[in-house]
Protein backbone atom coordinates (compact mmCIF):
# COMPACT_ATOMS: atom_id res chain seq x y z
CA UNK A 1 0.00 0.00 0.00
CA UNK A 2 1.35 3.83 -0.38
CA UNK A 3 0.55 5.45 2.97
CA UNK A 4 0.38 8.93 3.05
CA UNK A 5 1.24 10.89 6.25
CA UNK A 6 0.59 14.05 7.91
CA UNK A 7 1.05 15.65 11.80
CA UNK A 8 -1.33 18.70 12.29
CA UNK A 9 -1.84 21.76 14.81
CA UNK A 10 0.48 22.34 17.28
CA UNK A 11 3.64 20.37 17.58
CA UNK A 12 4.63 18.22 19.73
CA UNK A 13 7.18 15.82 21.86
CA UNK A 14 6.39 11.96 20.41
CA UNK A 15 5.17 12.82 17.12
CA UNK A 16 8.22 11.51 15.66
CA UNK A 17 8.07 8.61 17.39
CA UNK A 18 4.47 7.94 16.22
CA UNK A 19 6.11 9.03 12.70
CA UNK A 20 8.75 6.55 13.04
CA UNK A 21 7.02 3.46 14.34
CA UNK A 22 4.40 4.11 11.04
CA UNK A 23 7.77 3.69 8.90
CA UNK A 24 9.08 0.60 10.72
CA UNK A 25 5.39 -1.12 11.07
CA UNK A 26 4.19 0.02 7.34
CA UNK A 27 7.67 -0.95 5.76
CA UNK A 28 8.94 -3.64 7.81
CA UNK A 29 5.75 -5.37 8.33
CA UNK A 30 4.04 -4.99 4.83
CA UNK A 31 6.15 -3.79 2.79
CA UNK A 32 4.62 -0.66 2.16
CA UNK A 33 5.36 2.47 0.84
CA UNK A 34 5.15 5.68 3.02
CA UNK A 35 4.58 9.29 1.74
CA UNK A 36 4.81 12.42 4.42
CA UNK A 37 2.55 15.15 3.49
CA UNK A 38 4.29 18.67 4.87
CA UNK A 39 2.65 20.95 6.76
CA UNK A 40 -0.52 19.71 8.34
CA UNK A 41 -3.44 19.98 5.91
CA UNK A 42 -1.19 22.45 3.69
CA UNK A 43 0.58 19.48 2.49
CA UNK A 44 -2.73 17.40 1.12
CA UNK A 45 -3.90 20.93 -0.23
CA UNK A 46 -1.09 22.36 -2.21
CA UNK A 47 0.57 18.65 -2.78
CA UNK A 48 4.07 19.32 -0.49
CA UNK A 49 4.83 15.54 -0.09
CA UNK A 50 8.03 13.66 -0.36
CA UNK A 51 8.74 9.96 0.33
CA UNK A 52 10.07 8.89 3.73
CA UNK A 53 12.10 5.66 3.96
CA UNK A 54 13.58 4.21 7.49
CA UNK A 55 16.57 6.07 6.60
CA UNK A 56 14.66 9.46 7.41
CA UNK A 57 13.32 7.36 11.35
CA UNK A 58 17.18 7.43 12.17
CA UNK A 59 18.06 9.59 15.22
CA UNK A 60 14.35 11.12 15.53
CA UNK A 61 12.84 8.88 18.74
CA UNK A 62 14.33 11.50 21.35
CA UNK A 63 13.76 14.32 19.27
CA UNK A 64 10.59 16.44 19.70
CA UNK A 65 8.96 18.21 16.60
CA UNK A 66 7.65 16.53 13.31
CA UNK A 67 10.02 15.94 10.52
CA UNK A 68 7.25 16.79 8.36
CA UNK A 69 6.58 19.72 9.58
CA UNK A 70 3.30 20.93 10.82
CA UNK A 71 0.48 24.03 10.57
CA UNK A 72 -3.19 25.11 11.59
CA UNK A 73 -4.59 24.86 7.98
CA UNK A 74 -7.91 23.83 7.70
CA UNK A 75 -9.38 22.75 4.31
CA UNK A 76 -12.99 23.62 5.02
CA UNK A 77 -11.74 27.10 5.08
CA UNK A 78 -10.20 27.76 2.26
CA UNK A 79 -11.96 27.95 -1.31
CA UNK A 80 -11.78 24.21 -3.03
CA UNK A 81 -9.71 23.27 0.02
CA UNK A 82 -11.82 19.90 0.48
CA UNK A 83 -11.83 18.70 -3.56
CA UNK A 84 -8.04 19.70 -3.66
CA UNK A 85 -7.33 17.04 -0.85
CA UNK A 86 -9.13 14.47 -2.79
CA UNK A 87 -7.66 15.37 -6.04
CA UNK A 88 -4.06 15.10 -4.97
CA UNK A 89 -4.46 12.07 -2.57
CA UNK A 90 -5.73 10.25 -5.76
CA UNK A 91 -2.89 12.20 -8.12
CA UNK A 92 0.17 10.30 -5.27
CA UNK A 93 -2.23 7.55 -5.17
CA UNK A 94 -2.73 7.07 -1.55
CA UNK A 95 -4.43 4.29 -0.70
CA UNK A 96 -4.73 5.53 3.20
CA UNK A 97 -3.68 8.37 5.26
CA UNK A 98 -2.56 8.84 9.09
CA UNK A 99 -3.82 12.28 10.05
CA UNK A 100 -1.72 12.92 13.43
CA UNK A 101 -3.35 15.96 15.60
CA UNK A 102 -6.11 16.56 17.79
CA UNK A 103 -9.17 18.21 18.08
CA UNK A 104 -9.40 20.35 15.28
CA UNK A 105 -6.71 18.01 12.57
CA UNK A 106 -8.78 15.21 13.43
CA UNK A 107 -12.37 17.00 12.99
CA UNK A 108 -11.25 17.16 9.38
CA UNK A 109 -10.39 13.71 8.66
CA UNK A 110 -13.80 12.54 10.45
CA UNK A 111 -15.50 15.13 7.95
CA UNK A 112 -13.17 14.24 5.02
CA UNK A 113 -14.21 10.26 5.24
CA UNK A 114 -17.96 10.98 5.99
CA UNK A 115 -18.54 13.45 3.60
CA UNK A 116 -16.10 12.07 0.48
CA UNK A 117 -15.24 8.47 1.95
CA UNK A 118 -11.65 9.11 2.51
CA UNK A 119 -9.43 6.36 3.65
CA UNK A 120 -8.29 8.30 7.05
CA UNK A 121 -7.11 6.90 10.37
CA UNK A 122 -5.98 9.28 12.80
CA UNK A 123 -3.96 9.34 16.09
CA UNK A 124 -4.46 11.26 18.99
CA UNK A 125 -2.15 14.09 19.48
CA UNK A 126 -2.43 17.55 22.03
CA UNK A 127 -0.50 18.50 25.00
CA UNK A 128 -3.71 19.66 26.86
CA UNK A 129 -4.71 16.18 27.42
CA UNK A 130 -8.53 17.58 26.11
CA UNK A 131 -9.25 15.19 23.45
CA UNK A 132 -12.13 11.90 24.31
CA UNK A 133 -12.01 8.81 23.69
CA UNK A 134 -8.39 8.54 24.98
CA UNK A 135 -7.03 8.32 28.38
CA UNK A 136 -4.12 9.94 27.14
CA UNK A 137 -2.58 11.69 24.45
CA UNK A 138 1.14 11.64 24.29
CA UNK A 139 3.18 14.92 24.72
CA UNK A 140 0.67 15.40 27.83
CA UNK A 141 3.15 13.72 30.11
CA UNK A 142 6.54 15.90 28.58
CA UNK A 143 4.31 18.51 29.10
CA UNK A 144 3.41 17.91 32.77
CA UNK A 145 6.86 16.91 33.73
CA UNK A 146 8.29 20.74 32.16
CA UNK A 147 5.70 22.21 34.51
CA UNK A 148 6.65 20.33 37.30
CA UNK A 149 10.57 21.13 36.85
CA UNK A 150 9.40 24.94 36.07
CA UNK A 151 7.35 24.52 39.88
CA UNK A 152 10.22 22.90 41.74
CA UNK A 153 12.61 26.05 40.24
CA UNK A 154 9.92 28.93 41.44
CA UNK A 155 9.60 27.34 44.93
CA UNK A 156 13.18 28.25 45.37
CA UNK A 157 13.44 31.67 44.76
CA UNK A 158 10.10 32.62 45.90
CA UNK A 159 10.67 31.18 49.49
CA UNK A 160 14.35 33.09 48.96
CA UNK A 161 12.73 36.40 48.41
CA UNK A 162 9.36 36.12 50.61
CA UNK A 163 7.26 36.34 47.15
CA UNK A 164 4.09 35.12 45.42
CA UNK A 165 4.89 33.27 41.97
CA UNK A 166 2.28 33.18 39.55
CA UNK A 167 2.98 30.42 36.66
CA UNK A 168 1.19 30.24 33.80
CA UNK A 169 0.83 27.40 31.59
CA UNK A 170 -1.19 26.14 28.38
CA UNK A 171 -4.82 24.71 28.59
CA UNK A 172 -7.29 26.52 26.60
CA UNK A 173 -10.57 24.72 27.86
CA UNK A 174 -8.94 22.04 30.14
CA UNK A 175 -7.36 22.55 33.04
CA UNK A 176 -5.26 18.70 32.61
CA UNK A 177 -1.85 20.90 32.47
CA UNK A 178 -2.30 22.75 35.63
CA UNK A 179 -3.99 20.48 37.23
CA UNK A 180 -1.41 17.65 36.99
CA UNK A 181 1.68 19.86 36.67
CA UNK A 182 0.51 21.69 39.68
CA UNK A 183 -0.38 18.50 41.90
CA UNK A 184 3.34 17.44 40.88
CA UNK A 185 4.90 20.57 41.37
CA UNK A 186 3.19 21.27 45.01
CA UNK A 187 0.86 24.23 43.66
CA UNK A 188 -0.46 26.35 46.72
CA UNK A 189 -3.50 27.19 44.34
CA UNK A 190 -4.21 25.54 40.90
CA UNK A 191 -6.97 27.85 38.38
CA UNK A 192 -8.46 25.37 35.59
CA UNK A 193 -10.85 26.98 32.98
CA UNK A 194 -13.68 24.77 34.55
CA UNK A 195 -14.05 26.80 36.71
CA UNK A 196 -14.34 30.31 36.98
CA UNK A 197 -12.75 32.06 39.88
CA UNK A 198 -13.40 34.74 42.52
CA UNK A 199 -9.90 36.90 42.95
CA UNK A 200 -11.37 37.64 46.39
CA UNK A 201 -11.04 33.80 47.60
CA UNK A 202 -7.57 33.25 45.79
CA UNK A 203 -6.36 36.52 48.08
CA UNK A 204 -7.38 35.08 51.24
CA UNK A 205 -6.14 31.14 50.55
CA UNK A 206 -2.76 33.08 49.75
CA UNK A 207 -2.53 35.07 52.57
CA UNK A 208 -3.27 32.23 54.63
CA UNK A 209 -0.46 30.45 53.00
CA UNK A 210 2.14 32.97 53.32
CA UNK A 211 1.48 33.58 57.13
CA UNK A 212 2.41 29.73 57.10
CA UNK A 213 5.15 29.65 54.60
CA UNK A 214 6.28 33.04 54.09
CA UNK A 215 5.70 32.04 50.45
CA UNK A 216 3.34 30.96 47.73
CA UNK A 217 3.63 29.56 44.20
CA UNK A 218 0.26 29.41 41.88
CA UNK A 219 -0.48 27.73 38.65
CA UNK A 220 -3.11 29.05 36.14
CA UNK A 221 -4.44 27.53 32.70
CA UNK A 222 -4.42 30.07 29.79
CA UNK A 223 -8.01 29.61 29.52
CA UNK A 224 -9.06 30.02 33.14
CA UNK A 225 -11.12 32.97 33.93
CA UNK A 226 -11.87 35.56 36.05
CA UNK A 227 -16.10 35.02 37.45
CA UNK A 228 -17.76 36.23 34.13
CA UNK A 229 -14.92 37.16 32.25
CA UNK A 230 -12.20 35.64 29.54
CA UNK A 231 -8.44 37.22 29.51
CA UNK A 232 -7.67 37.38 25.86
CA UNK A 233 -4.35 37.84 23.91
CA UNK A 234 -5.30 40.27 21.11
CA UNK A 235 -8.19 38.76 19.90
CA UNK A 236 -6.85 37.29 16.93
CA UNK A 237 -7.90 33.75 15.48
CA UNK A 238 -6.47 30.95 14.01
CA UNK A 239 -7.96 28.82 10.72
CA UNK A 240 -10.70 26.80 13.19
CA UNK A 241 -11.67 30.31 14.84
CA UNK A 242 -9.85 29.95 18.35
CA UNK A 243 -8.96 32.94 20.12
CA UNK A 244 -5.75 33.31 20.91
CA UNK A 245 -4.82 33.26 24.92
CA UNK A 246 -2.12 34.61 27.03
CA UNK A 247 -1.81 37.28 29.98
CA UNK A 248 -3.91 35.58 32.67
CA UNK A 249 -0.94 34.90 34.48
CA UNK A 250 0.55 38.74 34.47
CA UNK A 251 -3.18 39.68 35.34
CA UNK A 252 -3.75 37.38 38.42
CA UNK A 253 -0.21 38.91 39.60
CA UNK A 254 -1.61 42.08 39.14
CA UNK A 255 -4.69 41.61 41.02
CA UNK A 256 -3.11 39.63 44.12
CA UNK A 257 -0.64 42.23 44.49
CA UNK A 258 -3.11 44.45 45.10
CA UNK A 259 -5.43 43.04 47.33
CA UNK A 260 -2.96 41.19 49.48
CA UNK A 261 0.44 43.83 49.52
CA UNK A 262 2.69 40.99 48.62
CA UNK A 263 5.25 41.48 46.08
CA UNK A 264 3.73 38.83 42.85
CA UNK A 265 5.97 38.24 39.76
CA UNK A 266 4.42 36.14 36.78
CA UNK A 267 6.21 33.57 34.07
CA UNK A 268 4.53 31.95 31.20
CA UNK A 269 5.99 29.11 30.03
CA UNK A 270 4.43 29.47 26.54
CA UNK A 271 5.78 26.84 23.90
CA UNK A 272 8.72 25.54 26.23
CA UNK A 273 5.91 23.12 27.46
CA UNK A 274 5.71 21.41 23.76
CA UNK A 275 9.68 22.00 22.62
CA UNK A 276 12.29 19.21 23.35
CA UNK A 277 12.66 15.81 23.96
CA UNK A 278 9.75 13.46 25.07
CA UNK A 279 9.47 11.61 28.31
CA UNK A 280 9.97 7.92 28.01
CA UNK A 281 6.09 7.15 28.77
CA UNK A 282 5.36 9.62 25.73
CA UNK A 283 8.09 7.55 23.04
CA UNK A 284 6.32 4.64 24.18
CA UNK A 285 2.47 5.76 23.58
CA UNK A 286 3.58 7.84 20.37
CA UNK A 287 5.08 4.43 19.15
CA UNK A 288 2.41 2.15 19.61
CA UNK A 289 -0.08 4.75 18.59
CA UNK A 290 1.68 4.53 14.92
CA UNK A 291 2.10 0.75 15.50
CA UNK A 292 -1.57 0.36 15.51
CA UNK A 293 -2.30 3.09 13.35
CA UNK A 294 -0.83 1.04 10.13
CA UNK A 295 -2.20 -2.04 11.69
CA UNK A 296 -6.11 -0.03 11.09
CA UNK A 297 -5.01 0.49 7.50
CA UNK A 298 -4.32 -2.86 6.70
CA UNK A 299 -7.35 -3.80 8.34
CA UNK A 300 -9.46 -1.05 5.98
CA UNK A 301 -10.83 0.01 8.90
CA UNK A 302 -11.12 4.00 8.03
CA UNK A 303 -12.67 6.91 10.34
CA UNK A 304 -10.94 5.45 13.14
CA UNK A 305 -8.99 6.25 15.50
CA UNK A 306 -6.17 4.73 18.07
CA UNK A 307 -6.82 5.31 21.24
CA UNK A 308 -5.05 4.40 24.76
CA UNK A 309 -8.07 2.93 27.51
CA UNK A 310 -6.37 1.51 30.37
CA UNK A 311 -3.17 -0.11 29.64
CA UNK A 312 -4.17 -1.71 25.94
CA UNK A 313 -4.28 0.26 22.27
CA UNK A 314 -7.70 0.09 21.40
CA UNK A 315 -9.85 1.98 18.30
CA UNK A 316 -12.67 4.05 18.45
CA UNK A 317 -14.50 6.32 15.83
CA UNK A 318 -13.26 9.63 15.16
CA UNK A 319 -16.49 11.10 15.88
CA UNK A 320 -16.34 9.96 19.30
CA UNK A 321 -13.18 11.41 19.64
CA UNK A 322 -13.92 15.33 18.11
CA UNK A 323 -17.68 15.72 19.16
CA UNK A 324 -17.20 17.43 22.64
CA UNK A 325 -14.06 18.42 24.81
CA UNK A 326 -12.68 16.05 27.22
CA UNK A 327 -12.53 18.56 30.60
CA UNK A 328 -10.50 17.68 33.86
CA UNK A 329 -11.65 15.28 36.20
CA UNK A 330 -14.11 17.35 38.61
CA UNK A 331 -13.18 15.02 41.48
CA UNK A 332 -9.38 15.29 40.63
CA UNK A 333 -9.40 19.08 40.50
CA UNK A 334 -11.59 19.11 44.05
CA UNK A 335 -9.13 16.68 45.79
CA UNK A 336 -5.98 19.45 44.66
CA UNK A 337 -8.05 22.10 46.87
CA UNK A 338 -7.02 20.40 50.34
CA UNK A 339 -3.54 22.51 49.28
CA UNK A 340 -5.33 25.81 48.68
CA UNK A 341 -5.15 27.55 52.07
CA UNK A 342 -8.20 27.67 53.94
CA UNK A 343 -10.46 26.47 50.71
CA UNK A 344 -11.01 23.22 53.17
CA UNK A 345 -11.89 23.73 56.65
CA UNK A 346 -9.67 22.09 59.30
CA UNK A 347 -11.73 18.56 60.13
CA UNK A 348 -10.08 19.22 63.73
CA UNK A 349 -12.41 17.01 66.26
CA UNK A 350 -14.44 15.34 63.42
CA UNK A 351 -14.17 11.34 63.99
Known amino acids: MRIGILTGGGDCPGLNNVIRAVLFQGIKKYNDEVLGYLYGWKGPINNLIKPLTLADAEGIFNQGGTIIKSSRTNPYKIEGGTQKVIDNLKLNKIDALIAIGGEDTCGVADKLYRDFKVPIVCVPKTIDN ?22 DRLHTTAKSHDRVLVLEVM ?14 GAADYIL ?36 NEEVLKDGEKDAFGHVKLGGIGERLAKALEEKTGFETRAMSLGHVQRGGSPTAFDRVLGTRYGLAAVDLVHRKQFGR ?26 ELYEQTKVFFGNEIKSAAGVS
Open 130 to 151: DLNATDQTFGFDTAISIVCDAM
Open 171 to 184: GRHAGWIATMGGMA
Open 192 to 227: VPEEAFDINKVAEAIKVRKKEAGYAVLVIAEGAKFA
Open 305 to 330: MVSLQGNKIVDVDVKDAVGTLRTIDQ
